[in-house]
């Protein structure tokens, strides 16, 4: 599942003027999803919750979904994160593979090896950033009937919006509370 960066965030145990106590706003990643959205064409996610419900919606130049469950149905809530480590390899054992070859290319053993040391290097540096910018959050709901609604997030540079694990859990615990003064 994608992740989307967040253009709104709202959770507190006060609901706000339209009576929600959690809005959740996110868009596709990239400038170009950025730049769609200032003309409302870009895939986007939301989960409203009120006292009584939660909104799932998720929108994309495809179509629309939106899927309404009552706050009693709702049976766990997840959250959690992760960070793309298996890419980061990746892009190191990339880059040092393609400094290999091109070191290799001069046919010589020690530009080979020199060629694999810079691409190890520089794909370390790649990897580090990737690393760093890549952490997604997960926020996910299980309802009575097995159904899984997940929101996965990331930072959004463009909006500035900085969310940590401590959000994620703290939409989780919310919606707990909201279902466990439902029953």
């Known amino acids: ?16 003027a339209d009576g929600n106590f959690i809005e959740i706003y996110g868009r ?3 400038i170009i999803p950025f730049l769609l959205a200032l003309f409302g064409l ?11 419900r939660l909104v799932f919606h998720e929108t994309s130049l495809a179509g629309d979904d939106t ?5 009693s149905k709702v049976t766990s809530t997840t959250y959690g994160w992760h960070r793309p480590f298996k ?10 593979f393609v400094g290999f070859v091109l070191g290799g290319a001069a046919a010589s053993t020690a530009f080979m090896l020199l060629g694999g040391a810079v691409g190890l290097f520089l794909g370390g540096i790649v990897a580090a950033i990737y690393y760093a910018l890549n952490r997604v959050l997960t926020t996910g709901i299980v309802t009575d009937a097995s159904d899984h609604f997940w929101i996965r997030f990331k930072r959004s540079v463009i909006e500035g919006k900085e969310l940590d694990q401590s959000d ?8 707990d509370y909201l279902v466990h003064q439902k029953n």
């Open 1 to 16: 599942m994608k992740a989307y960066v967040i253009t709104h965030w709202y959770a507190s145990n006060k609901a706000n």
């Open 28 to 30: 596709k990643e990239g």
């Open 42 to 52: 870009s895939a986007t996610l939301s989960l409203v919750v009120t006292a009584d």
């Open 67 to 71: 899927i309404t469950t009552p706050l």
């Open 87 to 96: 890419q980061c390899v990746t892009i190191v054992m990339t880059a040092a």
């Open 168 to 175: 994620a859990e703290y939409v989780a615990e919310l919606i």
